[in-house]
C-alpha cells in the first residue's frame, strides 16, 4: 500500500507540474533565487529582471535511463584512472615507468611546486571532487577535461533544491550536492565531526557567494564547516584555527578553492602546506599539481603507456576512457628524427611528422582544439582555447606557434574537435513574458563526491549553449538546469 501511494503520490507531483503553466514555474525559480544566483557572471546582455545569470527553464534536462546508468558508472571509472595517474606520476619519479611522463607532468612548474606533490604524507591521496565535463554528442558523451576544482556547486545545488521543491525528481536529489560534500571531507579524515575550512582566494573571487552559501546551508545544519579567506586562517604551534563567534576553532581539514599555479599569491600558504606536511591538517583537494593537467588525456591514448592503463584499469573501464577521451596530443616544440611520427596523428591518410604542418590544413582538416593543459591562469574557464576550424588560417597557424613556443612554460595540448549534438530546451524570455524553445548543443557536468573510496553521483548540471557558440560553458545566453531521468521524450 505504501508503494502504491508512494507511486501514486509521484504521479500526481508530475501530473500537476505538466499541468502547472511553465511560466510561472520560471517566475517562481527567479523569485526564489538569490539575485545573481550565486554567480554574478556576465549580465550586460540579461533583462534586468533576472535574479539568475542564465536563462531559466521550466524543468530539469531530461536524460534517458541508459545515460543514466552510463554515468553512475562513469564516477568508478574516473575514480580509477585518478588512482592510476597518481600511481603512474610516482612511478616514472622512480624509473619504474618512463621518465618522460613525470618531465611533462613537472613541466613549467616552480620546483617547490613539484616537490610539493611529491611528499610522502600526500602519495596516495586523490581529488575527494570529481567534474568532468561531457558533451553530449550523437556518438555518446565526450570529455572536455577533469575538473577537481570545479566552481558550480554551491549554485548547482541551490537550483537544484528549487526543482526538487517543484516535484521534480532530480539526479542526486535536492540534497545531494549539499549533503555530500561534507560526507567526503569528514570521510578523509580521522575525525568524527571535522572541522572544515572552505578557503576561498582572490583570484577564485567570483565563486565566493556560492562556495558561502554551501557553507552557511551546512552550518545550518549544525556540521562545523566555514567559509574563509585566506588571510582569516590563523595557526600556531599545534596547527591551523579560525575565529567563529568570537572562539578560536581548531582546523581540521581545508578544502581548498584556490588554484596551485597561485599559491604564491595566497595569504597564510605556508602554514597551511607546513601543517599538511605534518599531517596536522587534511588538504583538499591536495596539493598536486600534476593530477591537474589535461595531458592526462594526451597520455591515457600514448602507444607506449598501455599495457600500464591495461594492468591498472578493469577492461572496461579502459574501454569507457578509450570512447570517451577525445584523440589528444602534447604540444612539444622538440623535432622528431625523420623516421619517426606522431602517433596516432593524421591528416587525409598521411602520418605526420611536424607541428608545423598543421598550419596549413583546410577548414575541414583542422578541426582541432588546442588548450593550455593546467598550471596557468589560462588553462581554466575555457581561457585560452583555440578550435581551428573556427580561425582562419593565418590565425590559426600563429595560435599553433604560440602553443609550441609555450611549451618550456605552459605545455599546451591538441585534440580532435568533436561536435556537441543539438538538443531542445525550453526557457522563459523576460523580454517577451513567454516560454520559448532552443534548439542547442550541450554540456553535461556530473558531481561525483568520493566518500571513503565510493565515488557518488551527488548531482549533474546540464548547460544548453546556443548552437552557434563551439566553446560551451556558463553564459548568459545559455539554459542552465538540473538534470532528472525520463524514459519518453521531452513533450514539446
Not at 602546506?273 to 596536522?280: D, H, P, S, T
Not at 595560435?399 to 585534440?415: C, G, K, N, V, W
Amino acid at each position: 500500500y505504501r508503494i502504491l501511494s508512494t507511486f501514486s503520490l509521484e504521479n500526481q507531483l508530475m501530473s500537476l507540474l505538466t499541468e502547472t503553466d511553465p511560466r510561472e514555474i520560471c517566475l517562481q525559480i527567479n523569485a526564489s533565487s538569490p539575485a545573481g544566483g550565486l554567480f554574478e557572471g556576465d549580465r550586460s546582455h540579461l533583462h534586468p529582471d533576472s535574479r539568475l545569470p542564465w536563462r531559466i527553464s521550466p524543468e530539469p534536462f531530461w536524460i534517458t535511463p541508459e545515460q543514466h546508468r552510463y554515468l553512475e558508472n562513469l564516477g568508478s571509472t574516473l575514480h580509477a584512472f585518478y588512482r592510476a595517474t597518481n600511481l603512474l606520476y610516482h612511478q616514472s619519479v622512480k624509473g619504474i615507468q618512463p621518465e618522460w611522463v613525470h618531465q611533462y607532468l613537472d613541466q613549467g612548474k616552480p620546483q617547490e611546486i613539484v616537490e610539493l606533490g611529491r611528499m610522502n604524507r600526500l602519495k596516495s591521496q586523490i581529488p575527494l571532487v570529481i567534474r568532468p565535463d561531457l558533451l553530449l554528442t550523437d556518438e555518446g558523451f565526450r570529455v572536455v577535461e577533469l575538473d577537481s576544482v570545479p566552481g558550480g556547486i554551491g549554485f548547482t545545488a541551490q537550483v537544484s533544491a528549487l526543482y526538487a521543491e517543484l516535484g521534480y525528481d532530480l539526479i542526486g536529489g535536492g540534497e545531494g550536492l549539499i549533503d555530500g560534500f561534507y560526507a567526503a571531507i569528514a570521510a578523509s579524515t580521522k575525525t568524527e565531526r571535522p572541522v572544515v575550512a572552505l578557503v576561498v582566494s582572490d583570484e577564485s573571487e567570483s565563486y565566493r557567494e556560492e562556495m558561502q552559501w554551501l557553507a552557511d546551508t551546512l552550518e545550518s545544519r549544525g556540521l562545523p564547516i566555514y567559509c574563509r579567506h585566506p588571510r582569516d586562517i590563523h595557526f600556531d604551534e599545534e596547527g591551523l584555527s579560525l575565529k567563529s563567534d568570537g572562539r578560536s576553532i581548531r582546523i581540521d581539514a581545508v578544502y581548498r578553492f584556490f588554484e596551485l599555479f597561485d599559491l604564491k599569491n595566497i595569504p597564510k600558504a605556508d602554514p597551511v602546506v607546513y601543517f599538511a606536511k605534518k599531517n596536522a591538517v587534511r588538504v583538499t583537494p591536495p596539493l598536486k599539481a600534476y593530477l591537474e593537467e589535461k595531458m592526462w588525456l594526451a597520455l591515457f591514448h600514448h602507444p607506449l603507456l598501455q599495457s600500464f592503463w591495461s594492468r591498472e584499469l578493469s577492461k572496461e573501464a579502459c574501454s569507457t576512457l578509450d570512447d570517451l577521451i577525445p584523440k589528444s596530443w602534447i604540444l612539444d616544440d622538440r623535432p622528431l628524427p625523420p623516421h619517426a611520427v606522431i602517433p596516432g596523428l593524421e591528416v587525409a591518410g598521411q602520418a605526420i611528422n611536424a607541428w608545423q604542418t598543421l598550419e596549413h590544413l583546410t577548414k575541414k582538416q583542422r578541426e582541432f582544439v588546442v588548450k593550455p593543459s593546467g598550471f596557468s591562469e589560462l588553462a581554466y574557464e575555457s581561457r585560452g582555447v583555440s578550435i581551428g576550424h573556427d580561425l582562419a588560417e593565418e590565425e590559426w597557424a600563429e595560435r599553433l606557434q604560440e602553443a609550441l613556443d609555450s611549451f618550456s612554460s605552459t605545455p599546451y595540448i591538441i585534440q580532435k574537435f568533436h561536435k556537441a549534438a543539438r538538443h531542445t530546451a525550453r526557457y522563459y524570455d523576460f523580454n517577451n513574458d513567454e516560454i520559448r524553445p532552443m534548439r542547442g548543443r550541450v554540456l553535461v557536468r556530473p558531481y561525483y563526491y568520493v566518500v571513503g573510496d565510493e565515488p557518488r553521483l551527488s548531482g549533474v548540471q546540464v548547460i544548453v549553449c546556443p548552437p552557434d557558440k563551439k566553446l560551451l560553458h556558463g553564459m548568459v545566453d545559455a539554459i542552465l538546469m538540473p538534470c532528472a531521468v525520463r524514459e519518453e521524450p521531452a513533450p514539446f
